[in-house]
């Protein structure tokens, strides 16, 4: 069996080596259709991988507010569970704001194996200089446990977010708000909430350009932040980094269930990306798929005429006693041979454009940056996958008419 | 003497508008050893004869029977194999494989039946090669040869796998007198040495002279069969 297939293979070959031609252009075909697969493949999922882990790490994966997704239900339902119960005129009971019992929670957000939470105070403050105001939302953190749970520390373009502890009423903004406001490091502000008011120095400074944190927010001590806004020993928002961010969506479940708060991943706060990446993909993957799918045109072309052309030796051989498996065999093979050197080609010419690619760099916001490339294996197997099927098929159509070609009819005309 | 190949009311019509009748009714009986030619105008059906009893048609009425067993009704891959197996031919535009040697035309049957080694395969093809005295030109691709010379090399093929039965069609048809002779000589000494049967279709009055049996078609039906050997003619 293995014999006569190598023996069949070895005539496909032979027809192969006599068009050498057509057989290098089918296979070139192949191969730029394989490297540029691989080239806007890598550039396309290297950067999409590079944003999404930017989404993942510019915050915490989790973020546990103290916000409920549907309104707390009032004493009187809550007590005739199941009764039919309707109120008028009730007067709606006050809550306090803040997690409460934000202990248990964080105990239950550390408690997940590997997992770090950050306990924070957000509330809103009013810098004031001269007559300029600026309204700002202000982070309580704890230095030590925020820099484990976010990458802000890598946002900032001056100072340090330890330096919160040491100085007495430090305060991290964004590049923006200080230039709105004139200031900057070791400045001092005057930072104004309902309660109370106080002159804060910035300590640190945000780069520009970033959307997550913004260029109206700030970063504060929680102590801080919590006698500012008059809020003691109150924090309204935990963030939880997880080793696997990709089962932040599962964790954020399990705590929402658990305590009734919201928790939200970095999935459903990116959802919009998300669903852009996935819009993304389709197009590339469609593009990409043409390309592969024009260079197995090459490949039937050739088959196609080899067929035309072989039309007295299939006839030949079918008398001899070749079975129409055997033909087909032949002529699929041949249209294989050819995905597979072009395949190879390929892979070679999208290494190569893969390193011209890396050794480029782009400015992307003042900086000199790489451009993201995704090199794994996987798409060189997913190209290969794809162009061998393609082949196949592309082989197989001239091919089903060789083993169907009526060798009487054949002979006859010939004779 | 058994017979190897047997028609038993064979015919063939091409379906169509009208229908095309090939052959019709032919009754014929091939024994080995025997030398058979089939003779008649052109169109007169004796290619589609051959065809058919070739197995590479199949009769649209009537039995073939090859040793005994009803094979005209077997699946394209049962006939294909009976061919590879028992049969040779032997075509009038020889039919290599232009990409192939003459060694390797005469090896393409015997490595597709796969029942020799590499090594025995050349060594019967070889030794086939030189049969038709062409041992020292086993290395040429059929478009370095002469008209006779691929011929032979057909003749060599059609040998590989050792076949009881020999299909010739118009075998010297493009070939000069001289040429001529040494393959009807070739086609007499498998049938008559070798106890091969042998089944020509030709033009050749002269081929038809030295047959053992020579059969005369005209309009898709058997009119004569002369039988040399007993000296009888037998109406079909």
């Known amino acids: 069996m293995i014999g006569r297939l190598g023996f069949l293979t070895g005539i496909a070959l032979r027809h192969l080596s006599k068009r050498r031609r057509q057989t290098l252009v089918a296979v070139s075909g192949v191969a730029v259709g394989v490297g540029f697969f691989l080239a806007v493949s890598a550039m396309m999922i290297g950067s999409q991988t590079d944003f999404v882990r930017q989404l993942i790490d510019v915050a915490p994966h989790i973020i546990v507010s103290d916000e409920v997704r549907s309104p707390t239900p009032q004493p009187g339902t809550r007590v005739y569970a199941n009764g039919a119960v309707q109120l008028h005129g009730y007067k709606v009971r006050t809550e306090a704001r803040g997690i409460k019992d934000w202990q248990a929670v964080l105990a239950a957000a550390n408690a997940v194996p590997g997992a770090v939470a950050s306990p924070s105070l957000t509330g809103g403050v009013t810098l004031r200089l001269g007559g300029h105001d600026e309204a700002l939302a202000i982070v309580g953190v704890d230095p030590e446990i925020e820099s484990r749970v976010s990458d802000i520390e890598d946002k900032l373009r001056a100072g340090n977010l330890r330096d919160l502890e040491t100085v007495q009423g430090g305060i991290i903004i964004g590049e923006e708000m200080a230039q709105r406001l004139g200031i900057g490091m070791g400045d001092i502000v005057a930072a104004t909430s309902a309660s109370r008011s106080r002159s804060m120095r910035v300590v640190g400074l945000f780069k520009r350009g970033n959307s997550q944190l913004g260029s109206s927010s700030g970063y504060v001590l929680l102590r801080e932040a919590q006698s500012m806004l008059g809020r003691p020993f109150v924090i309204n928002r935990i963030g939880l980094r997880i080793p696997d961010p990709y089962q932040a969506e599962d964790v954020a479940a399990r705590l929402e269930q658990r305590f009734g708060y919201k928790a939200e991943s970095w999935q459903e706060r990116s959802a919009d990306f998300l669903s852009l990446l996935v819009t993304r993909n389709v197009i590339m993957y469609s593009v990409v798929s043409a390309i592969l799918l024009v260079a197995s045109f090459g490949i039937y072309t050739v088959v196609s005429n080899s067929v035309a052309d072989k039309r007295r030796d299939i006839a030949i051989l079918r008398s001899i006693g070749f079975s129409e498996g055997d033909l087909q065999f032949i002529f699929v093979t041949e249209g294989l041979m050819l995905a597979v050197i072009g395949v190879f080609c390929g892979w070679a010419l999208g290494y190569g454009l893969m390193e011209i690619l890396g050794s480029l760099n782009f400015p992307i916001a003042g900086e000199n940056q790489h451009v993201p490339l995704d090199r794994s294996p996987r798409q060189y197997a997913v190209a290969a996958a794809a162009s061998l099927f393609a082949g196949a098929i592309a082989a197989w159509l001239p091919a089903r008419k060789a083993s169907r070609v009526d060798p009487v009819d054949i002979l006859r005309g010939a004779v | 003497m058994s017979a190897l190949l047997e028609a038993r009311g064979l015919g063939r019509v091409l379906p169509g508008d009208p229908p095309v009748t090939l052959v019709r009714e032919a009754n014929l009986v091939i024994e080995p050893g025997s030398f058979t030619t089939i003779v008649g105008p052109s169109g007169c059906g004796k290619s589609s004869l051959l065809y058919l009893l070739s197995l590479i048609d ?179």
């Open chain 2, 58 to 236: 199949r009769p649209t009425s009537g039995e073939l029977l090859l040793e005994g067993r009803e094979v005209s009704r077997l699946s394209g891959d049962e006939r294909a194999q009976i061919r590879l197996m028992k049969f040779g031919f032997v075509f009038q535009f020889h039919f290599l494989l232009p990409e192939f040697t003459a060694l390797e035309n005469v090896l393409i049957p015997i490595r597709r039946l796969g029942s020799l080694g590499e090594v025995e395969a050349r060594e019967r093809a070889m030794h086939l090669l030189d049969r038709v005295g062409l041992a020292e030109k086993h290395g040429k691709t059929p478009d370095r040869l002469s008209g006779g010379e691929r011929q032979r090399v057909a003749i060599a093929r059609a040998l590989a796998n050792d076949p009881v039965l020999i299909l010739g069609d118009e075998p010297t048809g493009n070939l000069d007198s001289q040429n001529s002779a040494r393959v009807v000589e070739d086609l007499r000494h498998l049938a008559h040495e070798e106890g091969r049967a042998v089944v020509c279709v030709t033009h050749d009055p002269g081929i038809a002279e030295l047959a053992d049996v020579r059969v005369d078609m005209l309009d898709g039906r058997i009119e004569n069969i002369l039988d040399r050997r007993g000296g009888a003619a037998a109406a079909p």
